[in-house]
């Protein structure tokens, strides 16, 4: 029995399948969880001392790597000084600052303690503002657990919602609208059925929770026009993509202000931090100064926002995605070359997908009708190997400022030799 094995049998006695977020527990690859300690850099290390290469980097925030001294050093200076206030005080402001003088459609932005509270938040000002009550989203999108957001399409009649959850109410269900991916046509037809009682849509605009299903720029911009002859909201959930594919996320990116953004993961250097912004008037409706309440005890906590504006600061002038670009590219060369395996990216991120077809794949219907190999073989092949992948194989792979080519070589070899000996 390894350590691992021993504290995972104590875990799921006084915890939930022994994991406090469910693709911890490894169901998606069997086995039980490798427990870690602490991570250095691009590596990992478990309970038993083993260093691991880590693709998962906490699902996203550690863009610049684990440990990374100056987001250490802005954490520690402010624990120095107090780790909680409850109170106005600069820190918030510093970075509050720091976005809205880089990103135009941030004018004004809120902190929150996570990505599923943005999210949330977010809906409830599209809601305050337009006095309409349906939320449009997208199968194959992840929102975070906010009752609306677990919804995806019936399996019927085109249009209809089945919860994604035990334990939401019937009226949630009645209030969001479920579009598929990549179909500028069935969305016409739920706009011109649904328009004037849509509150907002809501889209990952660089969709990256099941695995990695890239849109056409074409179908955001026609989601975009739509949205504004209706007089309905464009959120972009941007807390995998929001100073990820770069500093402005894939708005700038791809050249398209949402009305309302969220953020999450990178925002706060891996601390508990999710922030909503957008344009002025809109973020005007929030608490004090409008009616749309929304709060937090520990909102915009002072370490995490020291650490946030720490990573930040480092990305901010584009040298880190310019490296992450290229070490992607290289990446998407090394992995693209391997048979039985398909490769999409966005800069830093990329997933793999098991099976030899390398046309795109665009929208969750396209995923489930390609099949592919399982994943758990390979992924605890490449564990054993001393490389660590996020445990799903519908999770994204996260490269980091502190990922090297030869990194990136080791990967290739261990999957191919993976795939040929599976
Ligand atoms: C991770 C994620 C969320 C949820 O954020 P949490 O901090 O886990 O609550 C919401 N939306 C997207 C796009 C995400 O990737």
């Known amino acids: 029995m390894s350590r691992s094995d021993e504290l995972f049998a104590r875990a799921k006695l006084v915890s939930p399948g022994g994991v406090h977020s469910p693709v911890r527990a490894f169901k998606g690859v069997g086995g039980t969880p490798r427990f870690m300690t602490g991570g250095a850099g691009a590596t990992i290390r478990d309970v038993d001392g083993r260093e691991l290469v880590d693709y998962c980097m906490a699902f996203g925030p550690l863009i610049l790597g684990h440990g990374n001294p100056a987001v250490r050093d802005a954490a520690v200076a402010a624990i120095d000084r107090g780790w ?5 005080e600069p820190y918030s402001l510093a970075l509050a600052e720091f976005i809205t003088a880089r990103i135009p459609w941030v004018e004004s932005i809120r902190f929150v303690t996570s990505g599923t509270e943005a999210v949330m938040s977010a809906l409830r000002v599209a809601r305050g503002a337009t006095g309409r009550d349906l939320i449009l989203k997208f199968d194959g999108c992840y929102h975070g657990h906010a009752d609306s957001m677990l919804i995806r399409s019936g ?3 085109a249009e209809t919602a089945e919860p994604d ?7 949630t269900l009645g209030g969001t609208l479920v579009a598929q991916l990549d179909d500028e046509a069935a969305l016409d037809a739920i706009f011109a059925r649904h328009g004037g009682e849509i509150a907002c849509a809501i889209i990952e605009p660089v969709p990256a929770n099941y695995g990695l299903l890239l849109q056409r720029p074409a ?19 941007e807390v995998i993509s929001g100073f990820r594919v770069g500093f402005q996320g894939a708005a700038g990116l791809y050249g398209i202000e949402p009305d309302l953004v969220t953020y999450g993961k990178v925002i706060g250097g891996g601390f508990p931090v999710g922030a909503y912004g957008g344009k002025r008037k809109y973020m005007e409706l929030v608490a004090p100064v409008g009616p749309v309440y929304q709060a937090g005890t520990l909102a915009a906590n002072p370490v995490a926002m020291c650490a946030g504006l720490a990573a930040l600061e480092q990305l ?16 998407e060369q ?26 795109p794949i665009r929208s969750l219907g396209e995923l489930k009708a390609r099949g592919g190999k399982p994943f758990g073989p390979v992924f605890h092949r490449l564990l054993d190997r001393g490389i660590y992948l996020a445990p799903s194989a519908f999770e994204v792979g996260f490269l980091s400022a502190a990922h090297t080519t030869a990194h990136v070589d080791q990967l290739a070899a261990e999957l191919r030799s993976a795939l040929q000996g599976a």
């Open 84 to 88: 909680s206030l409850g109170t106005a």
């Open 155 to 157: 399996s019927g009649l």
């Open 165 to 171: 959850s035990a334990g939401l109410d019937k009226a």
């Open 219 to 237: 179908f955001l911009r026609h989601l975009a026009q739509l949205c504004r002859k209706h007089g309905a909201l464009l959120i972009f959930d």
């Open 316 to 331: 901010a002038d584009g040298k880190v995605y310019a490296q992450l670009e290229a070490l992607g590219a290289y990446l």
């Open 334 to 359: 090394a992995l693209g070359a391997i048979p039985g395996l398909t490769l999409q990216r966005a800069g830093s991120l990329f997933w793999t997908f098991l099976a030899a077809d390398a046309a």
